[in-house]
Structures are given as structure tokens and as C-alpha cells.
């Protein structure tokens, strides 16, 4: 054991830097109120956005998917893995999101591995929003391809950046989240389409925050935007609003054919179990069916961050239900989220790293699980946090 000794050194230094994470333990399933650590709180901190994460008619289809196909695949997909729910599931997300094509992975995460170094290398060049989500990142140096890190959402670096860069490339892509996880602002999608077609770049758009949430009856952001057949890729989750598990690739016909042939995590790893799919293709049917969910999301989202602008807390630059409580220096952010927490919420503080320094905050998550009352208690109990600690009078 004595050669693993370092990673106490490890642990120490992550708590003297602040960064050590205390893992809460919620006990029952997910839901606007949940038990946390022996104790009854709001939770403003999950992305079951449209509180499908405990609904019945998506833990029904899971027990039917059990009874039919059993807990588990038995194998990777490639081999004797490929059940027919799981080709029902990519042919119904694929209608869902208005694209040719559908691949099932195990995670977003792992969709994004599956993707990136799949169809880049060296040789390539990949431009990337500087505050792209993790897994891209690692995708991008699993890749091999050269990696330009444009500022956030500028387009204007990113074409200065295509200019600079891509003489020599074999090929190009942009990638860059749909929906930025920390600050609920929008990629501007149009504009990087535009230059995209300017430079002959592949365009790729992680959506992991956008659907469900986003355009018509949560379709995601090309619907949003109106892009439909422009953007070359598309990245999904099922742990986010579907409220499940697993991830998928939307795309041409001939991309996802592809990536069913070489993309590793799809080829070495087991896919998503019975239960898994059956839940999904409830949520997407749900959502297919009525955008009832998506609106109460919506208007909760505005009325909670009325209620903080009214108080006069920052919520940044927010265009989402990711609404961020701006508190500055990671010490108030973490005595704003424990004293939230000896009040019955439930909302966690995001400091460096995970934001530049001097940008900690308190980030809520709205969900359509939440009612006007849970608002207007959290609203209150920030309200009363906030003047304890002169964040607003
Ligand atoms: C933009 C983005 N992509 C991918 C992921 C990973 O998704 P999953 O939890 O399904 O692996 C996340 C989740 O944090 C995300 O925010």
C-alpha cells in the first residue's frame, strides 16, 4: 500500500487549495425535494430539468424493459450486444431530434470520446470554445489532432483563429457546448455555422444542457435556432432532462455508419441496459407528445430569476434554467451554499477550477418538478442568506 502513499499528499494538498469535494448522499430517488444526508431539502442542484428522473411512466417502461430484455446486453453491441429496444431508442432520438441518424453510447461523456477521436487525428485541426465541458476536452487530446482553444462564444476569434490555422489542416472542426453548464448562456450557433462555411470546417455541438430544455418541445439547440440540417453533429444525453442514463450522437447517416465501425467506446464497452432504453424512449415519447413539461421548466426558471434580480443577487449572463448566483470569492460561495443548506436548500457552491477565480457562485438548476411554493421559499431563504451576508441589502 506504501506506494500509493502519495495520493494522501494528494488529498491534503486538494483540501489546503479548497478544492477537496464533499460528496453529498441523497437517499430515495431524485424529485424538487430530496433527502440529503438525513435531511429534507429543496434540491436546486440536479438536471432533471423536467422532473422525468422519477416518473412513473419512465420507471413503468424500465420494469417492461427488464421483463422483456433482461438487466443487462450481455455483450458489447459489436459482438451479441445489440438488442432491438436499443435500435428503437436510436431511430425514435434520431426522429426527435430531426436528423438522418442515431448512435446510442453509454454517457454523454463517452459520446463525446466516441465522436472526437473517431473522425479527427493528426494532421487536423480542432477549434474548440475555451469553456467546452471536460469530456471534450479529453476527447480532443485522445484525438491527436492539434487543438485551438477560441475565447468563449467569440466568434470573431474563432474566425481569426480558422485564418490563422487552417491552411495546412487536412481537416477542421468546431466544437463547443450548446448550453455552457456553469453560466446557462448560449453557443451563438448561427454565426459559428456561418463561418464554418467559410472555411469548410465540420461543425459539432454539444447538447447535453440544450435538449430537453431548448426549442420546440425540447428538441435542443438546432430547432432552437432554426439549424436544422446545417450542423453537421450533434451530442446528447440521456442523464440530463431525459433523466435517465447513456448518451447518443445524432448526425448523417453515413457518420453514425461510420462511428458504428470504428468508435471505440462503442466497439469495447458494453451498451446501455434494458431499463436504461425503455426509460429513455419513455421521456422522448412524453416529449413528442406535449411541451407542457418544457413550459413549466421555463416559467419556473423566469419567475426564480426574477425573484434574485428583484433581490438584487447578479445571475450573470444566464439565457437558461442554469441560473448562477455571481458571489465572487469561493469562502462566500461556500458559506452562502451551508447556510442555504442549514435553511433547507439544497444548492451547491462552484468555485475555481470549475469557474476562473474570483467567479464563485451559487448555481441553481430549475426543474418543472418544482412549484411556485418551492420557488418562493428558496427566493426568500437566498433573500435572507444574501443580507446575512452583505451580498444584497
Ligand atoms: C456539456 C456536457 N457534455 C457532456 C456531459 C456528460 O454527460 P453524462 O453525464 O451523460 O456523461 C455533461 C455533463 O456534465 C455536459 O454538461
Redesign the pocket.
Given at each position: 500500500m506504501a506506494k500509493l502513499d502519495f495520493l494522501a499528499e494528494e488529498m491534503q494538498s486538494l483540501k489546503e487549495q479548497g478544492l477537496f469535494a464533499t460528496i453529498r448522499t441523497i437517499e430515495g430517488s431524485q424529485g424538487a425535494w430530496v433527502t440529503v444526508d438525513g435531511k429534507k431539502v429543496l434540491n436546486l442542484c440536479s438536471?432533471n430539468y423536467l422532473g422525468f428522473a422519477n416518473m412513473a411512466e419512465l420507471k413503468e417502461r424500465a420494469k417492461e424493459a427488464i421483463d422483456r430484455y433482461g438487466v443487462g446486453p450481455g455483450a458489447v453491441r459489436t459482438i451479441a450486444g445489440t438488442q432491438s429496444i436499443h435500435l428503437e431508442l436510436e431511430k425514435k432520438l434520431a426522429e426527435f431530434k430531426e436528423a438522418p441518424a442515431c448512435i446510442l453510447l453509454?454517457?454523454?461523456?463517452?459520446?463525446?470520446v466516441a465522436v472526437i477521436p473517431t473522425i479527427t487525428g493528426e494532421g487536423d485541426v480542432i477549434f474548440s470554445d475555451e469553456l467546452?465541458?471536460?469530456?471534450?476536452i479529453d476527447a480532443c487530446k485522445l484525438s491527436k489532432a492539434r487543438v485551438m482553444r477560441y475565447a468563449h462564444n467569440d466568434v470573431n476569434d474563432l474566425r481569426a483563429k480558422l485564418q490563422d490555422e487552417s491552411k495546412d489542416a487536412r481537416r477542421k472542426l468546431i466544437v463547443t457546448?450548446?448550453?455552457?453548464?456553469m453560466d446557462g448562456d448560449i453557443a451563438p450557433l448561427p454565426e459559428i455555422v456561418k463561418v464554418a462555411r467559410e472555411f469548410d470546417a465540420i461543425v459539432m455541438v454539444?447538447?447535453?444542457?440544450g435538449e430537453g430544455v431548448l426549442g420546440k418541445s425540447g428538441r435542443g439547440i438546432v430547432n432552437h435556432f432554426g439549424l436544422e440540417g446545417q450542423v453537421d453533429i450533434e451530442?446528447g444525453?440521456?442523464?440530463?432532462a431525459f433523466g435517465v442514463?447513456?448518451?447518443y450522437v445524432t448526425g448523417p447517416t453515413l457518420l453514425i455508419d461510420y462511428l458504428k465501425q470504428r468508435a471505440r467506446p462503442f466497439l469495447f464497452s458494453t451498451g446501455l441496459t434494458p431499463a436504461d432504453v425503455g426509460a429513455a424512449l419513455a421521456a422522448v415519447e412524453v416529449l413528442m407528445k406535449s411541451d407542457e413539461l418544457v413550459k413549466k421548466l421555463w416559467d419556473n426558471a423566469a419567475y426564480f430569476k426574477k425573484g434574485l434580480k428583484d433581490a438584487g443577487f447578479d445571475i450573470g449572463k444566464s439565457e437558461t434554467p442554469i441560473t448562477p448566483v455571481m458571489l465572487g470569492e469561493a469562502k462566500v460561495a461556500q458559506d452562502f451554499s451551508r447556510m442555504l443548506f442549514e435553511r433547507d436548500i439544497f444548492a451547491q457552491a462552484i468555485a475555481y477550477p470549475t469557474v476562473p477565480r474570483g467567479k464563485a457562485r451559487i448555481r441553481c438548476m430549475l426543474s418543472a418538478a418544482h412549484s411556485r411554493q418551492d420557488l418562493d421559499f428558496a427566493l426568500e431563504r437566498f433573500v435572507e442568506v444574501g443580507r446575512k451576508l452583505g451580498v444584497v441589502s
Open positions: 438536471n453509454q454517457a454523454g461523456f463517452t459520446a463525446n467546452n465541458h471536460a469530456s471534450i457546448d450548446g448550453v455552457f453548464s454539444d447538447d447535453a444542457h451530442v444525453t440521456l442523464s440530463k442514463m447513456g448518451g
